[in-house]
Protein backbone atom coordinates (compact mmCIF):
# COMPACT_ATOMS: atom_id res chain seq x y z
CA UNK A 1 0.00 0.00 0.00
CA UNK A 2 1.92 3.42 -1.01
CA UNK A 3 0.99 6.47 1.41
CA UNK A 4 1.92 9.89 1.04
CA UNK A 5 2.24 11.67 3.84
CA UNK A 6 2.36 15.86 4.59
CA UNK A 7 3.31 17.60 7.42
CA UNK A 8 4.26 20.90 7.93
CA UNK A 9 1.49 22.68 7.60
CA UNK A 10 -0.03 25.10 9.93
CA UNK A 11 -1.42 29.10 10.69
CA UNK A 12 1.52 31.90 10.04
CA UNK A 13 1.67 35.48 9.16
CA UNK A 14 2.25 37.28 6.01
CA UNK A 15 6.04 37.38 5.18
CA UNK A 16 6.53 33.85 7.14
CA UNK A 17 7.80 30.64 5.66
CA UNK A 18 7.28 27.01 5.71
CA UNK A 19 8.71 23.71 4.92
CA UNK A 20 6.05 21.08 4.07
CA UNK A 21 7.39 17.21 3.91
CA UNK A 22 5.87 14.45 2.43
CA UNK A 23 7.13 11.38 3.44
CA UNK A 24 6.76 8.14 0.91
CA UNK A 25 6.18 4.76 2.08
CA UNK A 26 7.92 2.73 -0.31
CA UNK A 27 11.80 3.77 -1.40
CA UNK A 28 11.15 2.35 -4.63
CA UNK A 29 8.66 5.46 -5.65
CA UNK A 30 11.34 7.84 -5.02
CA UNK A 31 12.21 7.15 -8.20
CA UNK A 32 9.28 9.03 -9.34
CA UNK A 33 8.86 12.70 -9.98
CA UNK A 34 7.22 14.34 -7.35
CA UNK A 35 4.71 17.55 -7.44
CA UNK A 36 3.32 19.72 -4.93
CA UNK A 37 -0.61 21.09 -5.38
CA UNK A 38 -2.72 23.25 -3.44
CA UNK A 39 -6.81 23.79 -3.10
CA UNK A 40 -8.05 26.92 -1.82
CA UNK A 41 -11.49 26.82 -0.71
CA UNK A 42 -13.72 27.27 -3.74
CA UNK A 43 -11.21 27.17 -5.97
CA UNK A 44 -9.75 24.55 -8.23
CA UNK A 45 -6.38 22.55 -7.53
CA UNK A 46 -3.66 24.21 -8.81
CA UNK A 47 0.09 23.07 -9.79
CA UNK A 48 2.98 24.51 -7.43
CA UNK A 49 5.89 23.09 -7.90
CA UNK A 50 7.65 19.69 -9.21
CA UNK A 51 11.09 17.82 -8.81
CA UNK A 52 12.19 14.80 -10.70
CA UNK A 53 12.88 11.74 -9.65
CA UNK A 54 16.81 12.13 -9.13
CA UNK A 55 16.15 15.72 -8.31
CA UNK A 56 18.38 16.75 -11.20
CA UNK A 57 15.00 18.84 -12.56
CA UNK A 58 12.90 21.28 -10.96
CA UNK A 59 9.67 23.83 -12.07
CA UNK A 60 7.67 26.17 -10.18
CA UNK A 61 4.61 27.73 -11.27
CA UNK A 62 5.25 31.20 -11.82
CA UNK A 63 3.73 32.85 -8.42
CA UNK A 64 6.22 30.51 -6.68
CA UNK A 65 9.46 30.98 -8.59
CA UNK A 66 11.75 33.62 -6.45
CA UNK A 67 10.56 31.84 -3.32
CA UNK A 68 9.62 28.73 -3.61
CA UNK A 69 12.44 25.73 -3.22
CA UNK A 70 11.27 22.15 -4.01
CA UNK A 71 13.80 19.45 -3.02
CA UNK A 72 14.02 15.67 -2.15
CA UNK A 73 16.00 13.31 0.04
CA UNK A 74 15.96 10.09 -1.19
CA UNK A 75 17.48 8.52 2.68
CA UNK A 76 14.51 10.09 4.17
CA UNK A 77 12.03 9.23 1.94
CA UNK A 78 10.98 12.63 1.94
CA UNK A 79 9.94 15.39 -0.80
CA UNK A 80 10.10 19.09 0.97
CA UNK A 81 8.66 22.50 0.01
CA UNK A 82 9.90 25.30 1.24
CA UNK A 83 7.81 28.71 0.52
CA UNK A 84 9.55 31.57 1.85
CA UNK A 85 7.50 35.28 1.85
CA UNK A 86 4.15 33.36 2.22
CA UNK A 87 1.28 35.38 1.31
CA UNK A 88 -2.78 35.20 1.76
CA UNK A 89 -2.63 33.50 -1.82
CA UNK A 90 -0.71 31.10 -0.53
CA UNK A 91 -3.76 29.90 1.96
CA UNK A 92 -5.03 26.37 0.95
CA UNK A 93 -4.18 22.32 1.44
CA UNK A 94 -0.85 21.37 0.13
CA UNK A 95 -0.59 18.19 -1.27
CA UNK A 96 2.06 15.58 -2.27
CA UNK A 97 1.43 13.79 -5.57
CA UNK A 98 3.65 11.11 -7.50
CA UNK A 99 4.10 10.06 -11.09
CA UNK A 100 6.50 8.13 -12.88
CA UNK A 101 8.17 10.20 -15.23
CA UNK A 102 8.87 13.90 -14.92
CA UNK A 103 6.99 16.64 -16.70
CA UNK A 104 6.90 20.24 -16.78
CA UNK A 105 3.02 20.20 -17.55
CA UNK A 106 0.49 21.31 -14.84
CA UNK A 107 -2.41 19.36 -15.98
CA UNK A 108 -1.22 15.46 -15.82
CA UNK A 109 -2.00 12.61 -14.34
CA UNK A 110 -0.42 11.60 -11.27
CA UNK A 111 -0.66 8.04 -9.78
CA UNK A 112 -0.45 8.61 -6.27
CA UNK A 113 -1.65 11.46 -3.77
CA UNK A 114 -1.83 12.28 0.06
CA UNK A 115 -4.46 13.96 2.19
CA UNK A 116 -3.17 17.27 2.38
CA UNK A 117 -1.90 20.24 4.45
CA UNK A 118 -3.55 22.96 5.58
CA UNK A 119 -1.73 26.15 4.89
CA UNK A 120 -3.31 29.33 6.72
CA UNK A 121 -1.43 32.71 6.05
CA UNK A 122 -3.03 35.29 7.86
CA UNK A 123 -2.18 39.53 6.70
Known amino acids: QVMLAESGGGSVQAGDSLRLSCTIS????????AGWFRQAPGKEREFVAT????????YYADSMKGRCTISRDSAKNTVFLQVNSLNTGDTGVYYC????????????????WGQGTQVTVSS
Open 97 to 112: ALRRYYTESPDVTYDY
Open 26 to 33: ERALMLYA
Open 51 to 58: ISGNAGNR
